[in-house]
């Protein structure tokens, strides 16, 4: 079993930058695809990004700018370093696991398990 705990989140000030980390247990973190989700108040939860286990990296269209995902084996830890925060990125952040690398990138479907998410707010 995987347990993730995103941490990280907090009040930050548009422009400026924030980086969420997800923290896992479990012995085959290695294995796993890791994404990082957003669900704001009222929408659906939208894809942000993901890091296959060996590093390759797949954004959302409008978050390859800002946004940056990375991972550390060593310590069984997922990034997400955000800059120029925007108030529309306000939501809450979800960390999540899964054993595919492909198409299914972006659908919720494709990862097993998840965090209990991180609250971001951007204030203008």
């Known amino acids: 079993q995987v347990q993730l705990v995103e941490t990280g989140g907090g009040l930050v000030q548009a422009g400026g930058s924030l980086t969420l980390s997800c923290a896992t247990s479990?012995?085959?973190?290695?294995?796993?695809?890791m994404g990082w989700f957003r669900q704001a108040p009222g929408k659906e939860r939208a894809f942000v990004a993901a890091?296959?286990?060996?590093?390759?990296?797949y954004y959302a269209d409008s978050m390859n700018s800002r946004f940056t995902i990375s991972r550390d084996n060593a310590k069984k830890t997922v990034y997400l370093q955000m800059n120029s925060l925007k108030p529309e990125d306000t939501a809450v952040y979800y960390c999540?696991?899964?054993?595919?690398w492909g198409r299914g990138l972006p659908s919720p479907y494709n990862y097993d398990h998840w965090g209990q998410g991180t609250q971001v707010t951007v204030s203008s």
């Open positions: 999540a696991a899964g054993r595919n």
């Open positions: 479990g012995r085959t973190f290695n294995v796993y695809t």
């Open positions: 890091i296959s286990s060996g590093g390759s990296t």
